[in-house]
T-cell receptor, first 113, second 116 residues
């Protein structure tokens, strides 16, 4: 059974600071996604990481993937309040006849002024 | 614009009633759609894979007779929660696979179901 573990689950940080969210998964996969969820809302796709060493950046967020270590990171640079949300990583595994996503538990990020 | 349309966005109903949630793919035909459930402050859990023209594939522990899925056309999948009870209260989200392999799934806005 695929397990996807995120840490930390809760992250409170000050504006302007840097931090990294980690996502470990237990089964070989070459497809990893990061999503953002605002309270009461659905998911917004942030990054798609498809190969070992992949690095994607958008604004203050940067995601990377190490398939050998089965580890992805989401790095936050100089955090701002607007980044406050829950961040999920998800791993895509082929099972049966389709690819299926398994999500981590999510990291609730609160950026304080 | 939106790729997936999900309705209704919010439902409050009495225990014992059945509730139908619709998920429409707006931009392209989808032979597969996914249904997820998310309890408060928890992650998304895949409930089932909806397959156009055939039976849905349910995840382990999901009651197929309670959560009826119909994928009658290439743009519409419905989830019916039958005889709903308070423990079925949750946030239900559908998604459509990316049109190209390796694209992320497109998620609907979700349906918040509250059973009194």
């Amino acid at each position: 059974e695929l397990k996807v573990e995120q840490n930390p689950l809760f992250l409170s940080m000050q504006e302007g600071k840097n931090y990294t969210i980690y996502c470990n998964y237990s089964t070989t996969s070459d497809r990893l996604y990061w999503y953002r969820q605002d309270p009461g809302k659905s998911l917004e796709s942030l990054f798609v990481l498809l190969s070992n060493g992949a690095v994607k950046q958008e604004g203050r967020l940067m995601a990377s993937l190490d398939t050998k270590a089965r580890l992805s990171t989401l790095h936050i640079t100089a955090a701002v309040h607007d980044l406050s949300a829950t961040y999920f990583c998800a791993v895509d595994i082929f099972g049966g006849s389709n690819y299926k996503l398994t999500f981590g538990k999510g990291t609730l990020l609160t950026v304080n002024p | 614009g939106a790729v997936v349309s999900q309705h209704p966005s919010w439902v409050i109903c009495k225990s014992g009633t059945s509730v139908k949630i619709e998920c429409r793919s707006l931009d392209f035909q989808a032979t597969t759609m996914f249904w997820y459930r998310q309890f408060p402050k928890q992650s998304l859990m895949l409930m089932a894979t909806s397959n156009e023209g055939s039976k849905a594939t349910y995840e382990q522990g999901v009651e197929k007779d309670k959560f009826l899925i119909n994928h009658a056309s290439l743009t519409l999948s419905t989830l019916t929660v039958t005889s709903a009870h308070p423990e079925d209260s949750s946030f239900y989200i559908c998604s459509v696979p990316g049109q190209v392999l390796n694209q992320p799934q497109h998620f609907g806005d979700g349906t918040r179901l509250s059973i009194l």
